[in-house]
C-alpha cells in the first residue's frame, strides 16, 4: 500500500519533512539534488517493436512503443507520425481509476512528448516510405504499474530508453528492419518548491506538499528544449535559473548513467 | 552470507514430529499440513507457524495499531489502519467530551492516532477505541510502515530489538500491529532508527540478526545526537 493512500497527506509527515528542509536534507534523507535509485530494463517485453521498464523509487511504469506503416498528417506530408499515451492503471494507486484518461495522465502525455518531440530525437524525415501516403507511425504508450510521485521524470526516461532500442519492422512490408533514428537524448527533470527549497525527483509526500512544479528537458548540448510548469504557486526568476541549472546537471548524470 | 531459516512456498510439506501446526498452513492428507504462504517457518517447543513475507494486514481483537483519520462523520471518523478495509472510531470511545458534530477539534483529517481494535464482525467492520492506558493521538514525529508480517521481527522476543534501536538512537518508538511505526526524536537520529529498522525489515528471515542490529547500531554511535532524551 502507498505511504499516502488516497492523496490525504498527514499533518506529522509534513512537519517531519519541513523540519528536514530546515537542515538541508529532505523527507527520506536525500540532498536536493539527489535522485532515488533508478532502473531502466529495455527490450522488457520481447514482442513489441521496443520497450522499457523504469523503477524510480517505488515508482514503477512500462513503457512499450509500437511502430507501423500509416497515413501521415496533411499538413505535414514529409514527417513521420508520433503519439504518446499515459494509462494510469487502477493498481498503480487507490485513486487511480480505469475510464477516459484524465487531466493528470494528458499532462503527463504531452510533458513527455514535448520533450521528445521537440528535442528533435527521432528523425521522422527518415520515416517516410511514401512521401504524403505513407510513413512510419510510432506508438509510445506507457503504463504506470506503481505510483509514489514523480511520474513525468519516469516516463519520460522509459520512453527514451524504449525508444533508443527501437526497430522499425521493415520486413513487414518487404524490406528490411532498421533502428529507429535517433539524433540525441533528452533527459527531463522536475523539480518542485517546498517552503522555498527547489528539490529535484519529488516523491508522493513531497509532490503533495509542494507549491509549485516546473519539468524542464534538456538534451547533451546542453540545450533546453521542453519547459512545463504545473500547481498553483509561483517561482521567482531567480528560482527558475537554478532550476534551468539543477536539471542541466543532473540530467548530464543521469544521460551518462541510464540512458548511454 | 548469513544463514536463513526455513523457506516454504505454498504447498510444501511441513516437516514436523510433535508440534501443532498454528498460523498458515492447512491439512493436506492425513497428519499432514501444507504451507499456505511464500513464507518463512517458525518453530518452537509447541507450536509450528508460517509467517509470510508480505501480505495485508487484517485487524484482530485488542490489536493496538496506528491509523490515520480519512474522514469525519457527525459523531464518527473513519480511520486508515492500513488495510483492505477501513475501521471506525466513534466519539465516545475517545477520552475527550465531545459532542455530535463538532469532533472536528479533536482529530482532524490527516491525524494519526495510536488506538486499539475494540470490536470486529464478520463483514470485516471494526471500530477503534482511544480509551486504554496509552492510546492517544500522535503528535510530531514521524511515521514509516512495513509490511504487517514483519511487525512481531521488529518488535523482537519480549521487546528487545525496538528497544535496543530506541536506546541506541534515543529515539521514541511505537510499533502498531498493522505495520506503521511512530518514530519521535530529533530528526538526524529518527533517520538512523528508520535504517535500523529497515534493515531488521530486509533480514526478518535470517538468523542471528540480533546480534548484527546490536554490531550496526554500535557503528553508527558516532552519528547519533545524545542530547535528544
Known amino acids: 500500500m502507498p505511504k499516502d493512500a488516497l492523496g490525504v497527506l498527514s499533518e506529522i509527515k509534513k512537519s517531519f519533512i519541513t523540519k528536514q528542509i530546515k537542515e538541508g536534507r529532505r523527507g527520506d534523507g536525500r540532498k536536493p539534488d539527489e535522485y532515488r535509485e533508478l532502473r531502466i530494463q529495455t527490450n522488457y517485453v520481447p514482442r513489441a517493436n521496443g520497450s522499457a521498464l523504469v523503477e524510480l523509487g517505488k515508482t514503477k511504469i512500462l513503457v512499450g512503443v509500437k511502430i507501423d506503416a500509416g497515413e501521415p498528417f496533411p499538413d505535414t506530408p514529409n514527417l513521420g507520425v508520433f503519439t504518446t499515451n499515459v494509462e494510469l492503471l487502477p493498481m498503480a494507486f487507490p485513486t487511480f481509476e480505469s475510464g477516459p484518461p484524465n487531466e493528470m495522465s494528458i499532462e503527463v502525455a504531452r510533458v513527455v512528448d514535448r520533450g521528445i518531440r521537440e528535442s528533435k530525437m527521432v528523425d521522422f524525415e527518415k520515416l517516410v516510405i511514401e512521401p504524403g501516403k505513407k510513413v512510419w507511425v510510432v506508438f509510445v504508450d506507457i503504463n504506470v504499474l506503481d505510483y509514489d510521485g514523480n511520474l513525468f521524470d519516469a516516463c519520460s526516461y522509459g520512453a527514451v530508453a524504449a525508444l533508443k532500442t527501437a526497430v522499425v519492422p521493415g520486413s513487414k512490408y518487404g524490406g528490411k528492419d532498421t533502428q529507429l533514428p535517433i539524433n540525441n537524448t533528452p533527459v527531463s527533470v522536475t523539480i518542485v518548491k517546498l517552503d522555498d527549497v527547489m528539490v529535484c525527483d519529488p516523491d508522493l509526500e513531497e509532490e503533495q506538499m509542494s507549491t509549485t512544479r516546473v519539468t524542464i528537458t534538456t538534451t547533451e548540448d546542453g540545450h533546453i528544449r521542453a519547459m512545463q510548469k504545473g500547481d498553483l504557486g509561483y517561482f521567482e526568476l531567480d528560482e527558475i535559473r537554478k532550476a534551468i541549472k539543477m536539471s542541466s546537471d543532473t540530467g548530464s548524470i543521469i544521460r551518462e548513467k541510464y540512458l548511454k | ?229
Request: hydrophobic fraction near 35%; charge should be neutral.
Open chain 2, 1 to 229: 552470507m548469513t544463514e536463513t531459516k526455513q523457506i516454504v512456498i505454498p504447498g510444501d510439506e511441513i516437516e514436523r514430529t510433535n508440534e501443532k501446526v498454528r498460523n498458515g498452513a492447512y491439512k493436506c492428507g492425513q497428519d499432514k499440513y501444507c504451507s499456505e504462504y511464500f513464507g518463512i517457518v517458525q518453530r518452537n517447543e509447541q507450536f509450528i507457524d508460517i509467517v509470510p513475507f508480505t501480505g495485508p494486514y487484517f485487524p484482530r481483537k485488542d490489536d493496538k495499531i496506528i491509523g490515520k483519520i480519512l474522514e469525519i462523520g457527525p459523531s464518527m471518523w473513519t480511520v486508515d489502519i492500513n488495510s483492505p478495509y477501513h475501521s471506525l472510531l466513534h466519539m465516545n470511545d475517545t477520552p475527550w467530551r465531545t459532542s455530535a458534530g463538532d469532533i472536528k477539534r479533536y482529530l482532524a483529517i490527516g491525524d494519526y492516532i495510536y488506538g486499539k481494535i475494540m470490536s470486529i464482525n464478520e463483514l470485516r467492520e471494526s471500530w477503534v477505541t482511544l480509551k486504554d492506558a496509552g492510546l492517544r493521538k500522535l503528535e510530531g514525529g514521524h511515521i514509516i510502515s512495513i509490511p504487517a508480517p514483519k511487525v512481531p521481527r521488529i518488535i523482537g522476543k519480549g521487546g528487545s530489538m525496538v528497544n535496543m534501536i530506541k536506546d541506541a538512537t534515543g529515539t521514541r518508538i511505537v510499533v502498531g500491529q498493522n505495520g506503521l511505526i511512530w518514530l519521535d526524536g530529533i530528526p538526524k537520529n529518527i533517520m538512523i532508527a528508520i535504517d535500523a529498522i529497515k534493515m531488521v525489515e530486509n533480514e526478518a528471515h535470517t538468523v542471528g540478526l540480533t546480534d548484527r542490529m546490536e554490531a550496526y547500531l554500535e557503528s553508527k554511535k558516532g552519528e547519533i545526537d545524545g542530547n535528544s532524551k
